[in-house]
């Protein structure tokens, strides 16, 4: 009977062991379509650096980003999750080593019509179990793996925090430039506002431009409180980014928006998901999954364990250690009934299986996605600066033409109040339109970078 149950158990293991071999080996859909998938849409020159942020050359960036890395709470979050499942590594590999328990004892009788007598007992007791179908060793497999995957989220969580770092900061900087633009256009406003108030007590124009001027300057003034709110907000934010409370002590260095750099190379998708973090991190979760699978598999069948003793006994501590009486038994367990706990162990370990394979060929497709996205945005605002360019010196040359032609009493002072109201509102598009370049540049540079650590191999 032993030996039909443990043949038995030995066959659903065989077709989960070759079910996972099948796995491990066969190209999924996912692997099929990365080494098929067609180049990126544009491609540059300049060479990706796992430290993108300085491609922008600037000092006070390189800085900030530098200072980020050091101190920013969701890194020590990061870290502090990778060394938790690393500690459940020492934990699972654990079952390879026996226990030993120590035992100690006294007994004595006393009483009428009794010998007074004692009896002292020391022993010593271990059991392991041997790992024949290789339970242990997928569990510990599957919890390497995922401290692979956490350290590989780790490795993504640095790049987000530069990133991150590199977007507020240039966010920041517009919003200096666009403050600075609007003393600017303040200080402009109010001296035509000076100047229709000469005019008008000499009776050459109407009083309602005056109010008109008036209510653009109020405007202008009105947008230099909205960036001067957003300068504020955008310096707690980086503070927070960089490890700090808001305004305890940290002044964000003032600088202009940098030049954007040469179109990186994009490379090949394969060469993609081999690079990024957060793709790794999903691809050994997955092969953890695997590992899990094969642990439940491994748990339908028998389990052979060891059980030595070793024990003295004697009737005074003296003769205690006089005399050793050991043991070493054998005992073979198979699950016989276990009302589908192992079974079902199974059907939710090939769940996971499934749910993470479509989790990582998701995040494949991800990648690809913003690397694109990012390549035709960029094109686009490109293309948007050029015209914004244009769009603002017409502006600015009908704007003049029109304020002589007033001035000569040949163009209603309404023209030239809109022509003003559109050159300072294309001044301020402009300084906008090339921040978000420059963001959609850090997505790219982010979208293909490799990690900044050197690699865990699981």
Same mark, same amino acid.
């Given at each position: 009977?032993?030996?039909?149950?443990?043949?038995?158990?030995?066959?659903?293991? &065989?077709?989960?062991?070759?079910?996972?071999?099948?796995?491990?080996?066969?190209?999924?859909?996912?692997?099929?379509?990365?080494?098929?998938?067609?180049?990126?849409?544009?491609?540059?020159?300049?060479?990706?650096?796992?430290?993108?942020?300085?491609?922008?050359?600037?000092?006070?960036?390189?800085?900030?980003?530098?200072? *980020?890395?050091?101190?920013?709470?969701?890194?020590?979050?990061?870290?502090?999750?990778?060394?938790?499942?690393?500690?459940?590594?020492?934990?699972?590999?654990? *079952?390879?080593?026996?226990?030993?328990?120590?035992?100690?004892?006294?007994?004595?009788?006393?009483?009428?019509?009794?010998?007074?007598?004692?009896?002292?007992?020391?022993?010593?007791?271990?059991?392991?179990?041997?790992?024949?179908?290789? &339970?242990?060793?997928?569990?510990?497999?599957?919890?390497?793996?995922?401290? &692979?995957?956490?350290?590989?989220?780790?490795?993504?969580?640095?790049?987000?925090?530069?990133?991150?770092?590199?977007?507020?900061?240039?966010?920041?900087?517009?919003?200096?430039?666009?403050?600075?633009?609007?003393?600017?256009?303040?200080?402009?406003?109010?001296?035509?506002?000076?100047?229709?108030?000469?005019?008008?007590?000499?009776?050459?124009?109407?009083?309602?431009?005056?109010?008109?001027?008036?209510?653009?300057?109020?405007?202008?003034?009105?947008?230099?409180?909205?960036?001067?709110?957003?300068?504020?907000?955008?310096?707690?934010?980086?503070?927070?980014?960089?490890?700090?409370?808001?305004?305890?002590?940290?002044?964000?260095?003032?600088?202009?928006?940098?030049?954007?750099?040469?179109?990186?190379?994009?490379?090949?998708?394969?060469?993609?998901?081999?690079?990024?973090?957060?793709?790794?991190?999903?691809?050994?979760?997955?092969?953890?999954?695997?590992?899990?699978?094969?642990?439940?598999?491994?748990?339908?069948?028998?389990?052979?364990?060891?059980?030595?003793?070793?024990?003295?006994?004697?009737?005074?501590?003296?003769?205690?250690?006089?005399?050793?009486?050991?043991?070493?038994?054998?005992?073979?367990?198979?699950?016989?009934?276990?009302?589908?706990?192992?079974?079902?162990?199974?059907?939710?370990?090939?769940?996971?299986?499934?749910?993470?394979?479509?989790?990582?060929?998701?995040?494949?497709?991800?990648?690809?996605?913003?690397?694109?996205?990012?390549?035709?945005?960029?094109?686009?605002?490109?293309?948007?600066?050029?015209?914004?360019?244009?769009?603002?010196?017409?502006?600015?040359?009908?704007?003049?033409?029109?304020?002589?032609?007033?001035?000569?009493?040949?163009?209603?002072?309404?023209?030239?109040?809109?022509?003003?109201?559109?050159?300072?509102?294309?001044?301020?598009?402009?300084?906008?339109?090339?921040?978000?370049?420059?963001?959609?540049?850090?997505?790219?540079?982010?979208?293909?970078?490799?990690?900044?650590?050197?690699?865990?191999?699981?």
């Amino acid at each position: 009977m032993l030996r039909t149950g443990f043949l038995r158990n030995l066959a659903p293991l &065989a077709l989960g062991s070759s079910f996972l071999a099948g796995c491990a080996l066969s190209p999924t859909p996912i692997d099929t379509y990365v080494e098929s998938a067609p180049g990126f849409g544009a491609s540059g020159v300049a060479m990706v650096s796992p430290r993108f942020w300085s491609a922008f050359d600037a000092v006070e960036l390189d800085s900030l980003v530098t200072r *980020a890395l050091r101190a920013n709470l969701d890194l020590r979050i990061a870290d502090a999750r990778r060394r938790e499942a690393a500690a459940f590594v020492d934990l699972e590999e654990s *079952a390879y080593w026996p226990d030993l328990v120590a035992t100690a004892g006294a007994t004595g009788r006393t009483g009428e019509g009794l010998d007074e007598s004692s009896r002292y007992e020391l022993g010593f007791d271990s059991t392991v179990e041997l790992d024949l179908f290789g &339970a242990i060793g997928s569990a510990v497999e599957a919890e390497r793996l995922r401290t &692979a995957a956490a350290f590989a989220a780790q490795q993504a969580v640095e790049l987000t925090v530069a990133a991150d770092v590199a977007t507020t900061w240039f966010r920041l900087l517009e919003a200096r430039s666009q403050r600075a633009l609007l003393d600017e256009q303040i200080e402009t406003n109010q001296t035509v506002l000076e100047l229709l108030r000469r005019r008008f007590g000499s009776g050459q124009i109407l009083g309602v431009d005056i109010l008109r001027q008036e209510q653009l300057v109020e405007a202008t003034r009105q947008r230099r409180d909205v960036e001067q709110g957003r300068v504020a907000t955008l310096e707690n934010a980086l503070a927070v980014l960089l490890g700090r409370a808001p305004r305890a002590g940290f002044v964000a260095p003032h600088a202009l928006l940098p030049a954007l750099p040469s179109v990186p190379v994009t490379g090949i998708p394969a060469d993609l998901v081999q690079r990024r973090p957060d793709v790794r991190r999903n691809w050994l979760l997955l092969r953890a999954a695997d590992r899990d699978l094969a642990a439940s598999i491994a748990r339908k069948a028998p389990r052979l364990s060891l059980t030595a003793s070793v024990s003295t006994a004697a009737e005074s501590p003296g003769a205690l250690f006089e005399d050793w009486i050991g043991r070493l038994a054998g005992n073979l367990v198979a699950p016989l009934f276990t009302a589908g706990e192992l079974q079902s162990a199974v059907d939710r370990d090939e769940a996971i299986r499934s749910r993470l394979l479509s989790e990582y060929t998701r995040a494949v497709l991800i990648a690809f996605r913003e690397v694109e996205d990012a390549l035709a945005l960029e094109r686009v605002q490109s293309s948007q600066i050029e015209r914004l360019i244009k769009q603002a010196d017409l502006s600015r040359r009908s704007t003049e033409q029109l304020e002589r032609q007033y001035l000569n009493g040949l163009a209603n002072y309404l023209d030239v109040l809109s022509a003003l109201t559109e050159q300072q509102e294309l001044q301020r598009n402009l300084i906008t339109a090339r921040r978000e370049r420059l963001e959609t540049r850090v997505a790219l540079y982010r979208a293909l970078a490799g990690p900044l650590t050197e690699d865990e191999s699981p």
